[in-house]
């Protein structure tokens, strides 16, 4: 049963009925904790001032050491984004009373350890297993394995949910992700906390897709781009919102991790309010079940049920796929050449689109200011963002407010390098104008992406370019990792790729406005290969007859 049929057959049900504003409410608040989980190696991850442990002081802290007369004897002074400060890994191998002979002086690498400053964090994983100076890079490389754990993720929660139930994984998936961030706290090594962190993302993704799913599949047409769109996004904001809050009265990283999870033990009676898929049950025949819950629904939402209503669910005959329809392949994507350029440049648009919004993202402790301060400002500019992005969706064409949104972050991002660094506020608000057009972007991205591509394959286009923004992903947190050395750098690249991804945008065809695709012959040529409508005609005849050869051929091969 394809899903014109089906919203036809539950008509019945009406649209925003109680039952259907609690589903939309309470699968939304799911994903709150997909906000602050891997957003949390913004305090969990940072890194705190530090120098060189002295051998004759080990017991000293870092603000007793700062205290110290003979500390610039002992350490280095280098310059860092216009400062004079203590070296962070290197510090004098003697004593030498001529402070003229510093320069002249042997340096070796810190051998007992560093001394932490407490002023701002009272442990980070940083702190605890010394991921600095040679191991500095261990720290990106944590949030990497997140995103591969997320990457491994949403391959296999699509294919386990078809065949376990939505309802199920999602709790199966829910339960692991909360033991998951638990266990981390547990954690005695950087490889330890490391790998749970990779259960979590893997866990987290699968959260996430299946509540996606199963939210798509139990609204109707009406409400389900709402939640898509308004509903997932902002309660994701919500959960980027607490993570400051929660981590400016929590300083140690492990109580933080424990305060940011047990509260989804309250999720446990989710379990008797939200329903199994009536589409995945008649998917599988299971056509009593499927009728009971829509009865149930219907029963919430005040409406009387008639045998009548249905008779056509209950026909197996109706569920069944049509034999003589081909199976499609992910490489339909790249079949003929206007789904293949639209591939292209919808996967290029998203993977833009996610560096940037997590490089900005995990770039916060980078920034002048206050982390916490700055890390709620990002979390707020979402929440307006989205609420943004979801007023263009129904009144304006999809690539050129797209377009729009992300040149002017990307000219806002690169114009930071000009602004003087004692301007911090400044600075600041153009880099939250840019993580604007970032959040608005990436929620935008999804629905024009599902508009873009035909029926046949709608489902494999977005999850491929979803797949390769993930694999993007897994390099954003090094664009933090260059804002530690300079702290414009992050914005130059992000600023000029946000650019680049609105030329991209342009190049695609509009969808506003326009009926969804149903076959891949009927896609739309991206602009710059629009040439003439003779090139169109020949493009549109030429997939068309490879179309119907695949066809052939498929059937011949049934034969």
């Given at each position: 049963?394809?899903?014109?049929?089906?919203d036809?057959?539950?008509?019945?049900?009406?649209?925003?009925?109680?039952f259907?504003?609690?589903?939309?409410?309470l699968?939304s608040?799911?994903?709150i904790?997909?906000?602050?989980?891997?957003?949390?190696?913004?305090?969990?991850?940072?890194?705190p001032?530090?120098?060189?442990?002295?051998?004759?002081?080990?017991?000293?802290?870092?603000?007793?050491?700062?205290?110290?007369?003979?500390?610039?004897?002992?350490?280095?002074?280098?310059?860092?984004?216009?400062?004079?400060?203590?070296?962070?890994?290197?510090?004098?191998?003697?004593?030498?009373?001529?402070?003229?002979?510093?320069?002249?002086?042997?340096?070796?690498?810190?051998?007992?350890?560093?001394?932490?400053?407490?002023?701002?964090?009272?442990?980070?994983?940083?702190?605890?297993?010394?991921?600095?100076?040679?191991?500095?890079?261990?720290?990106?490389?944590?949030v990497?394995?997140?995103f591969l754990?997320?990457?491994?993720?949403?391959?296999?929660?699509?294919?386990?949910?078809d065949?376990?139930?939505?309802?199920?994984?999602?709790?199966?998936?829910?339960?692991?992700?909360?033991?998951?961030?638990?266990?981390?706290?547990?954690?005695?090594s950087?490889?330890?906390?490391?790998?749970?962190?990779?259960?979590?993302?893997?866990?987290?993704?699968?959260?996430?897709i299946?509540m996606?799913i199963l939210?798509?599949?139990?609204?109707?047409?009406?409400e389900?781009?709402?939640?898509?769109?308004?509903?997932?996004?902002?309660?994701?904001?919500?959960?980027?919102?607490?993570?400051?809050?929660?981590?400016?009265?929590?300083?140690?990283?492990?109580?933080?991790?424990?305060?940011?999870s047990?509260?989804?033990?309250?999720?446990?009676?989710?379990?008797?309010?939200?329903p199994?898929?009536?589409?995945?049950?008649?998917s599988?025949?299971?056509?009593?079940?499927?009728?009971?819950?829509?009865k149930?629904?219907?029963k919430r939402?005040?409406?009387?049920?008639?045998?009548?209503?249905?008779?056509?669910?209950?026909?197996?005959?109706?569920?069944?796929?049509?034999?003589n329809?081909?199976?499609?392949?992910?490489?339909?994507?790249?079949?003929t050449?206007?789904?293949?350029?639209?591939?292209?440049?919808?996967?290029?648009?998203?993977?833009?689109?996610?560096?940037?919004?997590?490089?900005?993202?995990?770039?916060?402790?980078?920034?002048?200011?206050?982390p916490?301060?700055?890390?709620?400002?990002s979390?707020?500019?979402?929440?307006?963002?989205?609420?943004?992005?979801?007023?263009?969706?129904?009144?304006?064409?999809?690539?050129?407010?797209?377009?729009?949104?992300?040149v002017?972050?990307g000219?806002?991002?690169?114009?930071?390098?000009?602004?003087?660094?004692?301007?911090y506020?400044?600075?600041?608000?153009?880099?939250?104008?840019?993580?604007?057009?970032?959040?608005?972007?990436?929620?935008m991205?999804?629905?024009?992406?599902?508009?873009?591509?035909?029926?046949?394959?709608?489902?494999?286009?977005?999850?491929?370019?979803?797949?390769?923004?993930?694999?993007?992903t897994?390099?954003s947190?090094y664009?933090?990792?260059?804002?530690?050395?300079?702290?414009?750098?992050?914005?130059?690249?992000?600023?000029?790729?946000?650019?680049?991804?609105?030329i991209?945008?342009?190049?695609?065809?509009?969808?506003?406005?326009?009926?969804?695709?149903?076959?891949?012959d009927?896609?739309?040529?991206i602009l710059?290969c629009?040439?003439?409508?003779?090139?169109?005609?020949?493009?549109?005849?030429?997939?068309?007859?490879a179309?119907?050869?695949?066809?052939?051929?498929?059937?011949?091969?049934?034969?």
């Amino acid at each position: 049963m394809d899903v014109q049929d089906y919203d036809e057959l539950t008509a019945f049900l009406g649209s925003w009925g109680p039952f259907q504003k609690t589903i939309f409410f309470l699968l939304s608040v799911i994903i709150i904790p997909n906000g602050y989980t891997g957003l949390c190696m913004v305090f969990v991850g940072d890194t705190p001032q530090h120098h060189c442990r002295l051998p004759d002081s080990p017991n000293s802290t870092f603000e007793e050491s700062k205290l110290s007369m003979n500390l610039s004897l002992r350490i280095p002074i280098e310059e860092r984004d216009g400062e004079q400060v203590y070296s962070r890994c290197t510090k004098f191998k003697t004593i030498v009373g001529d402070r003229s002979s510093d320069t002249a002086r042997e340096i070796e690498p810190c051998s007992d350890g560093w001394v932490y400053s407490t002023d701002r964090y009272i442990s980070t994983i940083v702190s605890e297993w010394n991921l600095v100076c040679d191991d500095n890079w261990k720290g990106p490389f944590t949030v990497s394995v997140l995103f591969l754990g997320m990457l491994c993720g949403s391959f296999i929660s699509g294919q386990i949910s078809d065949r376990y139930g939505r309802k199920l994984i999602l709790f199966v998936s829910m339960t692991v992700h909360t033991a998951s961030s638990l266990l981390l706290v547990t954690s005695q090594s950087w490889e330890m906390f490391a790998t749970l962190f990779f259960i979590v993302g893997l866990a987290q993704i699968a959260r996430y897709i299946v509540m996606f799913i199963l939210g798509s599949e139990l609204l109707g047409k009406a409400e389900r781009i709402a939640f898509g769109t308004v509903g997932v996004c902002l309660f994701y904001a919500v959960g980027y919102v607490v993570l400051p809050i929660f981590a400016y009265f929590i300083r140690d990283w492990r109580m933080l991790l424990i305060a940011l999870s047990l509260p989804q033990i309250l999720y446990i009676p989710l379990w008797w309010f939200i329903p199994e898929s009536p589409r995945w049950l008649l998917s599988q025949g299971r056509v009593e079940e499927a009728i009971v819950i829509l009865k149930a629904a219907a029963k919430r939402n005040g409406i009387t049920t008639t045998a009548e209503m249905f008779e056509n669910i209950g026909e197996r005959e109706s569920i069944l796929p049509d034999e003589n329809t081909h199976a499609v392949t992910y490489l339909d994507l790249v079949r003929t050449a206007n789904i293949r350029n639209i591939t292209i440049f919808a996967v290029l648009v998203w993977m833009i689109s996610s560096v940037g919004y997590f490089g900005l993202s995990f770039n916060t402790p980078n920034m002048h200011g206050d982390p916490y301060i700055n890390c709620f400002i990002s979390a707020a500019t979402e929440i307006a963002s989205y609420v943004t992005a979801w007023i263009l969706l129904h009144v304006s064409p999809r690539r050129i407010s797209l377009a729009c949104i992300v040149v002017c972050s990307g000219v806002m991002l690169l114009l930071i390098q000009v602004i003087p660094s004692r301007h911090y506020v400044v600075t600041m608000v153009m880099a939250m104008v840019g993580k604007f057009g970032y959040a608005a972007a990436f929620s935008m991205v999804y629905v024009f992406s599902t508009e873009l591509y035909p029926t046949v394959v709608r489902n494999m286009g977005v999850a491929a370019c979803s797949t390769a923004a993930m694999i993007s992903t897994i390099i954003s947190p090094y664009f933090a990792y260059l804002g530690m050395h300079d702290k414009v750098l992050p914005f130059i690249l992000m600023g000029s790729l946000s650019i680049t991804a609105g030329i991209f945008c342009l190049v695609l065809p509009e969808t506003y406005g326009q009926p969804l695709p149903q076959t891949i012959d009927q896609v739309q040529p991206i602009l710059c290969c629009t040439s003439s409508r003779e090139d169109i005609a020949t493009e549109a005849e030429k997939d068309k007859n490879a179309e119907n050869e695949q066809t052939v051929n498929c059937q011949m091969e049934s034969i």
